[in-house]
């Protein structure tokens, strides 16, 4: 069963930066799909950001020019940038994976990271 575990959230002030990271453990044949995904109080999950195996990204509208997701192959590893902070980016981040282990496709969630955005 592949694990996936998110690390690197926190408080900073408005305009401040945080770098978020998750992990994927396991029998990983491949990973075709990495995102990022966060819900505030009393909303629903959404779409952050997301990167395929092409390198391929996409963002919400609401982050666009202020976070950059990337990846790492080797580590089985993707990294959320996020600058220029506000204080309507607070939330839970989850990190979800999709790909193929030892036995079959998987499609994995992170536990969540807190980021708040406060002064």
């Known amino acids: 069963q592949v694990q996936v575990v998110e690390s690197g959230g926190g408080l900073v002030q408005p305009g401040g930066s945080l770098r978020l990271s998750c992990a994927a453990s396991?029998?990983?044949?491949?990973?075709?799909?990495m995102g990022w995904y966060r819900q505030a109080p009393g909303k629903q999950r959404e779409l952050v950001a997301t990167?395929?195996?092409?390198?391929?990204?996409n963002y919400a509208d609401s982050v666009k020019g202020r976070f950059t997701i990337s990846r790492s192959n080797a580590k089985n590893t993707v990294y959320l940038q996020m600058n220029s902070l506000k204080p309507e980016d607070t939330a839970v981040y989850y990190c979800?994976?999709?790909?193929?282990?030892?036995?079959?496709?998987?499609?994995?969630w992170g536990q969540g990271t807190q980021v708040t955005v406060s002064s």
């Open positions: 990167i395929i195996s092409s390198g391929t990204t």
């Open positions: 396991g029998n990983i044949f491949s990973i075709y799909y």
């Open positions: 979800n994976m999709r790909g193929i282990d030892d036995r079959t496709r998987f499609d994995s």
